[in-house]
Structures are given as C-alpha cells and as structure tokens.
C-alpha cells in the first residue's frame, strides 16, 4: 500500500492536504553571500529592520542576517508562519534541505508537532562548492547507501530516535554539472528505481540544465513520473522550450511565487518574473493538458520572505495566488490537481 513518508511516521497520500512541494524552514545559505555595489554596504549591514529592508529587498544576498536561516529567530518566526499555513488551509510542507545546506532534522520534527503541518524531510545532496570534505570525495556507491539508508532506516536523533526522510531533495548542481553533481545525480537515479521515491533536482542557471540533469538520472534508472524540476521559473524563459521539456515526463515545479524583484542577485543576466508572469505560464502549460505535471511553491530561505521580516509567509500560494487564477479561468478540479493530487502522487511510495 502507497505510503508519505513524513518525520512523525508514515501517513496515506490522501491526508497530505494542500501540499507545498520546495520550501526549507531551516537552513544554512550563507555560502551565497554576494559582495552589494559598495555604495549601499553600509546599508546592508546589521539585522532586518524598516530601515534596511528595502535594501536587502533588492540584495537579499547581502545580507548575512538575512541568510542566516537557522538561528532562533528564524525558528520562532517559521513556527509562526508554519501556524498561519496551516490556519489558511496548508497540509503539508516538502522540506527541501538536503546535505550541504545544514539540514535540521531536528526542527522539522518539532515543527510539525507543534503546528500539526506534515513536514517531509529530504535526503540527497545540495551543489558541490557547499559540501563538506568527506562529502566531496564520497563515490556513487557511498551516496546509494547514504540516500538508502536515510529513507529506510533514518537518521538517529538524540532524545528522538530515528526520523525518515520521505524523497531525495533538492539535488543540486551548476551548469556546467559538476563531477560530484553528476555521482549525486547518477546514486539519486538508482536508488529512485529500487525504492521507487520521489526525487527533486536543483538546475543550474542555464536553460540546458534541466534537460542535461533529466537525461542523467533516466540513465541511471530513475522514473520520470517520480522526478521534480525546481525552479523552473528562473531557468527555461521561452515558452516553446517549456514545452519541449514538458516532454521528458517529469513534474515541471514553479516555486519561486512571491519573489516579485525583478533583478534577480544570483543571475543578473536575466530578469526574475513577477508572480503575474508566472502565473500566465502555467496558464499556458494548463492550456496544452499539462496540468497533471505542474507543482507550485515558493522556496522559502532567506528571512525576509517570513511575515515577521515583512515578506509574504508560506501561505502566500494558498491565499493570494490561487484566487489569481480562478479569476483567470482555473477550475476547482485543476487547482486540486496542482497543490493536492500531484504533490500525493510525486511523494507516495511502497516501503
């Protein structure tokens, strides 16, 4: 019988409710930090505060406070945001912090306990620059079992005992795909063929990216039906090329919905669409009968997106959103499809 496996216990695909599919409550993303123009530094300095905001607005990456998504500030603002989810209709939350990214297991049991939000906890390993050194050097043989092992057996917590990740997430890499990326790839696609769990892919920042990574892990083994592409809405622009990926089979996930700057810190290349031009593309993958394929989120990492920053929370998909495209045109039946009956189908699994 088909199982979600969450950090409390196993539980029926069917209770999972309105499902975010990329958010992290707690990590490390320091190792982003990007150096402002030297005009506004002094700007950019110090915790969060009116003053700076509309600064760090625009450099979120500037910001060390803001990065630092781990301390007790951040928990207690989560936990607020997590109620509000759940007060607004949320049923579960994919915690997408995978090694690399200090994963805190530990939290995430105490959140769900606290909230009463399902939380699914991700193995796997995040791009290679944030690695530890025995990560770095480990083979695809040593990941296989890595992975394996935290799905099946868990991971020990002092005073907890053993909590279970429930998918392989998010794997990352650049573009070009490092070597390590590709062993984390390659083990991620093997074990998703002998388990038959969901797995999750950070591209880098190059519309090849996605495609190179799906070829890899199909390669390897792995399902395309059991397969997400983050990021989407800051990787493949044209729409023609969208389609041509919506090809490959896996799920196509728009999870950046409430970064509303258009200069985009990480790539400032290209321009970060607004949730209106996010919105307008699903439409269009909706339109071409690719609804069953669609997932939503908005990838939650710095401070500023939580409401006690003055951002948006994790119920900004839920409650502003979905009412956006219900005035477009969406059906009861195709929002059910995007946030409850996809998200269930990605995650279930036989173990």
């Known amino acids: ?31 982003f930090h990007c150096e402002p123009p030297v005009d506004f530094k002094p700007y950019l300095d110090g915790k969060i505060c009116m003053e700076n905001l509309g600064f760090i607005r625009q450099y979120p990456y500037s910001n060390r406070s803001n990065t630092r998504f781990y301390d007790e500030e951040t928990r207690t603002a989560v936990l607020k945001d997590l109620e509000l989810y759940k007060k607004f209709g949320g049923g579960t939350i994919v915690e997408n912090s995978s090694h690399g990214l200090r994963r805190n297991l530990e939290f995430m049991v105490e959140s769900s306990k606290k909230t009463g939000v399902h939380i699914v906890a991700g193995t796997g390993h995040y791009i290679h620059d944030l690695q530890e050194t025995d990560h770095k050097n480990m083979t695809v043989e040593q990941m296989t079992d890595l992975y394996s092992k935290e799905i099946i057996t868990g991971v020990e917590l002092e005073g907890l005992g053993m909590v279970k990740c429930g998918f392989i997430g998010e794997v990352g890499s650049v573009y070009p795909i490092h070597e390590f990326e590709k062993r984390a790839i390659k083990a991620t696609g093997e074990i998703q063929e002998v388990l038959g769990c969901g797995v999750s892919f950070h591209p880098g920042r190059d519309a090849e990216a996605p495609f190179e990574i799906v070829r890899l892990y199909l390669e390897a083994g792995g399902k395309a039906s059991k397969c997400v592409m983050s990021h989407l809405d800051r990787t493949i622009f044209d729409i023609d090329q969208l389609l041509e990926f919506a090809k490959m089979g896996c799920y196509m996930q728009y999870d950046l919905f409430g970064t509303e700057c258009s200069f985009y810190q990480l790539n400032m290349t290209v321009d970060m669409p607004s949730d209106a031009q996010r919105i307008n593309n699903l439409m269009k993958l909706i339109g071409e009968g690719h609804v069953d394929k669609i997932l939503m989120s908005h990838d939650v990492h710095t401070k500023h997106r939580l409401t006690s920053y003055g951002g948006h929370g994790y119920h900004h998909v839920h409650m502003n959103i979905l009412p956006r495209m219900f005035a477009k045109g969406l059906s009861v039946d195709q929002v059910e499809q995007m946030t409850v009956v996809n998200p269930a189908k990605w995650l279930e699994f036989n173990i």
């Not at 196993?10 to 707690?26: K, M, Q, S, V, Y």
């Open 1 to 31: 019988m088909p199982i979600v496996q969450t950090v409390l216990g196993t539980i029926d695909p069917n209770l999972l409710g309105r499902t975010l599919t990329h958010e992290h409550i707690a990590l490390d993303f320091e190792g």
